[in-house]
C-alpha cells in the first residue's frame, strides 16, 4: 500500500514539476508552448496506456500477450517518425501562432518509444506484484527530468526541457531494462 501511494505522489509529482519549474526559468510563453508540445505527444501516448489497461491482467494471470506489446512499440516507431516527419506541415497548417512548437514536438516524439516500452515493463512488473521497482523508476525518471531542466534550460532554453523529458523516460527504460535482466 506504502509503495502505491508514493507511486501515486511520484506521478503527480512528475505531472506537475515542469510547469512549476519552466514558468520561473523560462517565462509563460515557453510554458505554454511546451505544453502545446505535451499535449500532442499526450495524444499518441494514449495508445500504449489503453495497452497497458489491457495486459496489465494478462501478466497478472501469467499469460503475456507479447504480440501486442511488441505491436505497441512498433507503433509507437512509427508514430514518432510521422510525427518528425508531418508535424512541419501540419502544425502551421493548424496551430499558425505556434510555430515555435514545431521543434519541441519533434523532440518530445522521441519520448513516445522509450514510453511504450516502459509500459511494457509496467505492466509487467505490476502483473508480478513488483510495484518497488515501478516507485524507484519513477524517482529515477524525475530526477533525471529536473537535473536536465535545470542544466539543459540555461544552455538551449525549452528545447533542453524537451530533451529533459526525453532523457527521463530513456532512463526509465533502461533501468527497467536493467531491472529486467537481472531478474531473469
Known amino acids: 500500500m506504502f509503495e502505491s501511494y508514493g507511486q501515486n505522489i511520484a506521478s503527480s509529482f512528475w505531472s506537475q514539476l515542469d510547469k512549476l519549474m519552466i514558468a520561473p526559468l523560462l517565462g509563460f510563453t515557453l510554458l505554454g508552448n511546451y505544453q502545446l508540445g505535451l499535449q500532442f505527444i499526450a495524444l499518441f501516448q494514449l495508445i500504449p496506456f489503453i495497452v497497458l489497461k489491457y495486459t496489465l491482467p ?6 503475456p500477450n507479447r504480440n501486442l506489446k511488441i505491436f505497441t512499440i512498433l507503433a509507437s516507431v512509427f508514430f514518432t517518425i510521422m510525427i518528425i516527419l508531418f508535424s512541419p506541415i501540419v ?43 515501478f516507485l524507484i523508476g519513477s524517482i529515477i525518471t524525475i530526477t533525471v527530468y529536473v537535473i536536465g531542466i ?15 523529458y526525453v532523457l527521463g523516460m530513456i532512463s526509465l527504460s533502461l533501468f527497467y531494462f536493467i531491472i529486467d535482466l537481472r531478474k531473469n
Open 150 to 164: 535545470i542544466t539543459l534550460n540555461q544552455i538551449i532554453g525549452i528545447i533542453g526541457v524537451a530533451i529533459s
Open 58 to 63: 494478462l501478466d497478472a494471470s501469467g499469460n
Open 91 to 133: 502544425i502551421p497548417l493548424f496551430f499558425e501562432k505556434f510555430i515555435h512548437v514545431v521543434d519541441i514536438v519533434q523532440i518530445l516524439s522521441l519520448s513516445l518509444i522509450p514510453f511504450s516500452i516502459n509500459t511494457v515493463y509496467s505492466s509487467k512488473f505490476l502483473g508480478s506484484e513488483k510495484s518497488r521497482i
